[in-house]
């Protein structure tokens, strides 16, 4: 019992720190929008500071738990895209597709999508195309959730440029995965000529 209890507190301590490990790239992103946009177009910073003090409430505060609402993680999402939109304008040709109520769904670990539609972002934004295309969707059945990201990226980018490695993100969410989701977590990861594919299956 106490190896059992000592192995549970050790994954558990894991968990919130890469957990924690996720969190000041999304400030960071936020901050330097919110810089450019202050430069630029001042007159619409009241409402996007209230949605980073929602961005920031949920990061610090919320995240602590081991299981959130599906709600308030795609809430989240949400916030970010809006300042995405902002930096990338006309560019972005963007189609996310979720159910309109979240409340019977099932809870999940946090800050988990939102690697997946970062990554996104941080890969489209370097091709040279003019239009930037990302599509989100998002399925629920009963306890299973099915979540898919598509992106336009370059793929004749140098393989040593930091937009080509996933980084800590993607190795990230791999380890919390394992580690929040016991009954192996389905995640397929893909690319065909300028896409890239991200398939998540929970249950």
């Not at 409430?57 to 300042?83: G, M, P, Q, W």
């Not at 539609?117 to 930037?132: C, W």
Request: net charge neutral; charged share 25%; glycine share 2%.
């Amino acid at each position: 019992i106490t190896k059992a209890e000592t192995k549970a507190n050790v994954s558990d301590a894991e968990l919130k720190l890469l957990q924690s490990q996720l969190s000041p790239h999304f400030l960071f992103n936020t901050l330097n929008n919110l810089y450019a946009l202050s430069i630029h177009d001042a007159s619409k910073l009241p409402p996007l500071l209230l949605k980073l003090s929602d961005l920031l409430r949920y990061t610090v505060y919320d995240t602590k738990a081991t299981l959130v609402s599906l709600d308030d993680e795609i809430n989240y999402i949400t916030n970010y895209i809006d300042f995405e939109k902002i930096r990338l304008g006309e560019r972005l040709e963007l189609t996310a597709n979720w159910p309109e109520s979240l409340a019977e769904a099932p809870p999940i670990a946090p800050m988990l999508l939102i690697v997946f539609v970062e990554n996104a972002f941080k890969h489209s934004k370097n091709t040279q195309d003019p239009r930037i295309k990302i599509a989100l969707d998002l399925q629920i059945w009963g306890k299973t959730l099915l979540f898919s990201v598509q992106n336009s990226f370059d793929p004749n980018l140098p393989k040593n440029t930091p937009e080509q490695h996933s980084g800590l993100g993607l190795e990230n969410v791999k380890k919390r995965l394992e580690l929040a989701y016991p009954n192996r977590p389905d995640l397929s990861i893909a690319q065909k000529n300028n896409t890239f594919m991200v398939k998540l299956r929970l249950t």
